[in-house]
């Protein structure tokens, strides 16, 4: 059975600060699909990013970015100039490569910016 | 941009009751899902759908629970004897079937209380 592990239950950075955000998991499978999801306060699961485990190019989408290791089954979520909406708890999530399969998620990390 | 919609936004209702969560996904989807989070944990998967019926189902998912597509458009979720430790919220997500990496799109979900 996959899992999927997020070793940071929060988060802190300064605006215009960078962050990294943890993201470990564990299949058996060759080829999968991991994402990096926002949950705002208003608790609505917006995607932010996502990987194929078959491209070795780390996706990026403006001001995130994912450093995908997939030797070590890593998969970290990285906010460049953290602005304060990006106040939110983030879920990394895996699913098996049948792209209609279900997403298998983490425990989430609370991240706060500060002004 | 289409948009999952889910109603009501709040439920509150007494244990032993039956509820009926509703789902609208967005209307080309053809594969639907329901999540459901207990309040500071991880998001869980209940239930996939497809062609009116059920493609996986969670341990979480017993025969309390049931789904069904009853006009096309409406995707519900009945829990017929609630429970208190049924209290979460509960997202439906949708997904169009293409080739490539799927996207489930989220609702905004609806926050079960049981008494």
């Known amino acids: 059975a996959q899992t999927v592990t997020q070793s940071q239950p929060e988060m802190s950075v300064q605006e215009a600060e960078t962050v990294t955000l943890s993201c470990t998991y564990d299949?058996?499978?060759?080829?999968?699909?991991l994402f990096w999801y926002k949950q705002p306060p208003s608790r609505q699961m917006i995607l932010v990013i996502r990987q194929e485990a078959y491209k070795q190019q780390n996706a990026t989408e403006n001001r995130f970015s994912v450093n995908f290791q997939k030797a070590a089954k890593s998969f970290s979520l990285k906010i460049s100039d953290s602005q304060l909406g990006d106040t939110a708890m983030y879920f990394c999530?895996?699913?098996?490569?049948?792209?209609?399969?279900?997403?298998?998620f983490g425990t989430g990390t609370r991240l706060q910016v500060f002004p | 941009e289409p948009e999952v919609t889910q109603t009501p936004s709040h439920q509150v209702t007494q244990m032993g009751q039956e509820v009926i969560l509703r789902c609208v996904p967005i209307s080309n989807h053809l594969y639907f899902y329901w999540y459901r989070q207990i309040l500071g944990q991880k998001v869980e998967f209940l239930v996939s759908f497809y062609n009116n019926e059920i493609s996986e189902k969670s341990e979480i998912f017993d025969d309390q629970f049931s789904v069904e597509r009853p006009d096309g458009s409406n995707f519900t979720l009945k829990i017929r004897s609630t429970k208190l430790e049924d209290s979460a919220m509960y997202f439906c997500?949708?997904?169009?079937?293409?080739?490539?990496?799927?996207?489930?799109?989220f609702g905004p979900g609806t926050r079960l209380t049981v008494t």
């Open positions: 299949t058996s499978e060759n080829n999968y699909y």
């Open positions: 997500a949708s997904i169009i079937q293409l080739a490539g990496v799927g996207e489930q799109y």
């Open positions: 999530a895996f699913m098996k490569q049948y792209n209609t399969d279900k997403l298998i």
